[in-house]
């Protein structure tokens, strides 16, 4: 599945962020389900299977307890073992990547001013090597 017609979650509590990946990779040619939460995502999950998921390393929520992207990812593995994820984080600690790194996310994009460009390089690499 090269890059154009993938099915991409995108997963993510912030909405500016949220909808501005969402909006990029509509305009790149990639088809997008977006979820606020990782329990929407593994709900979703049940009855699609992207080709890729886009996963917020931190999840906030006011008026209740919701899962980390660590959980979130943990359950995506056990749903689908090979599914591809990219993690998404403010964080740039090095002990955060090299943990999520050992568990297999297969990459950790930093939101910065650099989000899109990096997003849609990490994407076409990840898709790119899934399909080999």
């Known amino acids: ?20 990946v969402k909006k990029n990779l509509i305009r790149e040619g990639f088809d997008v389900e977006a979820f606020s939460y990782g329990e929407d995502c593994l709900e979703a999950l049940e009855n699609k299977k992207p080709d890729l998921i886009i996963l917020d390393y931190l999840f906030m929520k006011t008026d209740g ?26 964080q ?7 943990e999520l790194a050992r568990l297999g996310i297969n990459d950790y994009i930093i939101k910065d001013k650099n989000l899109g460009e ?4 990490a994407i076409n690499d990840v898709l790119d ?3 080999e």
């Not at 919701?66 to 990219?86: A, L, S, T, W, Y």
């Not at 740039?92 to 090299?98: F, Y």
């Not at 990096?118 to 390089?121: F, I, P």
């Open 1 to 20: 599945m090269s890059g154009k017609n993938a099915f991409i979650y995108v997963v993510d509590d912030d909405q500016f962020i949220r909808e501005l």
């Open 65 to 90: 307890a919701v899962m980390n992207g660590k959980e979130v990812f943990h359950r995506i593995r056990e749903i689908h073992p090979d599914m591809p994820v990219i993690m998404l984080s403010g």
């Open 92 to 98: 740039d600690s090095g002990g955060v990547v090299l």
């Open 118 to 121: 990096s997003l849609l390089r």
């Open 129 to 131: 090597t899934e399909e």
